[in-house]
T-cell receptor, first 116, second 116 residues
Framework: AQKITQTQPGMFVQEKEAVTLDCTYD???????LFWYKQPSSGEMIFLIY??????QNATEGRYSLNFQKARKSANLVISASQLGDSAMYFC?????????????FGSGTKLNVKP | EAQVTQNPRYLITVTGKKLTVTCSQN?????MSWYRQDPGLGLRQIYY???????DKGDVPEGYKVSRKEKRNFPLILESPSPNQTSLYFC???????????????FGSGTRLTVV
């Protein structure tokens, strides 16, 4: 089974609107971390947000928030008030507990296009 | 500024000519790793290192070598590059957690390698 699944290969959003990028994960480890990265066309990987499996609250970083639904094993990224500069590939990723620390699982990515 | 520095950003080389992609981090991270990113195949781990003189294979190690003689540096060596090693390469680092959060990666800016 895929560890990280991103089912939206591409999405469009109107500037200034909010958008949700989907991510589901699969693990039996009670300790894990979920991450979102942004990859603009220039190629670099930029860390956006982190959610730990034991965190009670959903993570937020500026315009980014993570909608963490543990029972559903989903970790959707919400971008509020989209900007043109948000156009990029977005990757969801997971790292499992300390016993499997060397593995970092990435989804296949969602390409977001923000329309003016 | 805390960062992972990769060089070069772009490299075009010929088949069989040995090359080294350098990676250096200034955050005193124990863990470092190399990935390659290819369209349709996502990010795949090549090698990783848990500390100085401790390295291990990832998912796609064939054709690559690494060394970790100092904590800050983790070069990727292609002894005899071939066209199927044309890819976007990332170096990444993170702390190893003793307690608490599972840390995400800090990525280098990437190296676009073309082997002709």
């Amino acid at each position: 089974a895929q560890k990280i699944t991103q089912t939206q290969p591409g999405m469009f959003v109107q500037e200034k609107e909010a958008v949700t990028l989907d991510c589901t994960y699969d693990t039996s480890d009670p300790s894990y971390g979920l991450f979102w990265y942004k990859q603009p066309s220039s190629g670099e990987m930029i860390f956006l947000i982190y959610q730990g499996s034991y965190d009670q609250q959903n993570a937020t970083e500026g315009r980014y928030s993570l909608n963490f639904q543990k029972a559903r094993k989903s970790a959707n990224l919400v971008i509020s008030a989209s900007q043109l500069g948000d156009s990029a590939m977005y990757f969801c990723a997971m790292r499992e507990g300390r016993s499997n620390f060397n593995k970092f699982y990435f989804g296949s990515g969602t390409k977001l296009n923000v329309k003016p | 500024e805390a960062q992972v520095t990769q060089n070069p950003r772009y490299l075009i080389t010929v088949t069989g000519k040995k090359l080294t992609v350098t990676c250096s981090q200034n955050m005193n991270h124990e863990y470092m790793s190399w990935y390659r990113q290819d369209p349709g195949l996502g990010l795949r781990q090549i090698y990783y290192s848990m500390n100085v003189e401790v390295t291990d294979k990832g998912d796609v190690p064939e054709g690559y070598k690494v060394s970790r003689k100092e904590k800050r540096n983790f070069p990727l060596i292609l002894e005899s590059p071939s066209p199927n090693q044309t890819s976007l390469y990332f170096c990444a680092s993170s702390p190893i957690p003793l307690t608490g959060n599972l840390y995400g990666y800090t990525f280098g800016s990437g190296t676009r390698l073309t082997v002709v």
